[in-house]
């Protein structure tokens, strides 16, 4: 498996997609060497992350403006920043969120 084959990521039932865990440990131990060592800083670059269904997804049905709940941030290096509450997007984008935030 390499940082180009996102094969880590799996199609969900609903053709979203779904994060193997085994596979995704496995990628975690193989970039882990390149992560600590990269320069200027520690970081790591997955090209392809998202299959381009997520991608499109993600752009199609992510809200304009933010909800009830939603956050914006005055600090100059925060001034673009806005925080969503998962709870108030529609169901395929709450399953991403809450795919990245999961164990």
């Known amino acids: ?29 193989e970039l882990s060497e390149a992560h600590q060592s990269a320069d200027p800083f520690p970081h790591t670059v997955i090209d392809n992350f998202l299959p381009r269904p997520v991608v499109d997804y993600c752009l199609q ?3 304009k403006r933010l909800g009830a ?5 005055d ?5 673009y920043k806005a925080s969503f509450n998962p709870d108030e997007l529609e169901p395929g984008l709450r399953r991403i969120f809450y795919t990245f935030n999961s164990r």
């Open 1 to 29: 498996m390499s940082q180009s084959d996102p094969s880590y990521i799996q199609p969900y039932k609903d053709d979203l997609f779904s994060i193997d865990e085994g596979a995704n440990r496995n990628l975690g131990e």
């Open 61 to 63: 049905h992510f809200p």
């Open 69 to 73: 709940d939603g956050q914006t941030f």
């Open 75 to 79: 600090r100059d290096q925060e001034r």
